[in-house]
């Protein structure tokens, strides 16, 4: 074990040397700075006004607009309908994943502006999203996510990367959990 982190860098006797208010002192500050993430990614929901202001494309169907990988940024204006064209994630009861799909078709609901029914199409796709519904015929506004409003090409692949190779994120994950708490100030 002493060999295995030696290999990694980090000084097993200046670990036993920390003490336990170190130690303790460790493992807080790196709370902290997951606390911190999480209150940003909260308030950046907040602001967009959606459950999920950051995703990332996982299927080549809306090439060549967005790439597999793609990371999306994501608005939900309350008060502002739903437009063709306007590119749309959403989430249908039963299904887990967000799909990003482009609106081909709206229709009113209501007297208000917001109350509408959506059909959407991945680009690269021959057929309409009918079949991914789940029996539903149309989207309605509490299936959608998010419109994009910006993307970064490419820079989800790490996601992707962490999704299909779980060892990876494990990997990744412990050891900045094992560097935060081994950091030391000087």
């Avoid at 060549?64 to 959403?90: E, H, K, Q, W």
């Avoid at 090409?153 to 996601?159: K, L, Q, S």
Wanted: hydrophobic share 45%; charged share 15%.
């Amino acid at each position: 074990m002493d060999a295995a982190l030696g290999m990694l860098g980090v000084d097993v006797k200046g670990l036993k040397r920390m003490g336990v208010r170190q130690i303790l002192l460790q493992i807080l500050q790196f709370a902290t700075v997951i606390a911190t993430g999480l209150m940003m990614w909260k308030g950046l929901g907040l602001i967009t006004n959606t459950e999920s202001p950051i995703v990332v494309v996982l299927s080549g169907s809306m090439e060549p607009a967005f790439y597999r990988g793609d990371l999306l940024f994501l608005t939900n204006p309350s008060n502002t309908p739903y437009i063709v064209g306007d590119i749309t994630v959403y989430k249908v009861p039963g299904a887990d994943i967000p799909i990003v799909h482009r609106v081909i078709e709206t229709h009113q609901t209501g007297p208000d502006p917001i109350s509408q029914s959506l059909l959407t199409k991945g680009d690269n796709n021959y057929l309409d999203d009918l079949d991914l519904y789940n029996g539903m015929k149309w989207l309605e506004r509490k299936h959608i996510v998010g419109k994009v409003s910006g993307f970064m090409p490419y820079v989800g692949y790490v996601t992707i990367a962490m999704n299909d190779f779980p060892q990876l994120k494990y990997a990744v994950l412990g050891g900045l959990g094992l560097l935060a708490l081994l950091q030391r100030e000087q």
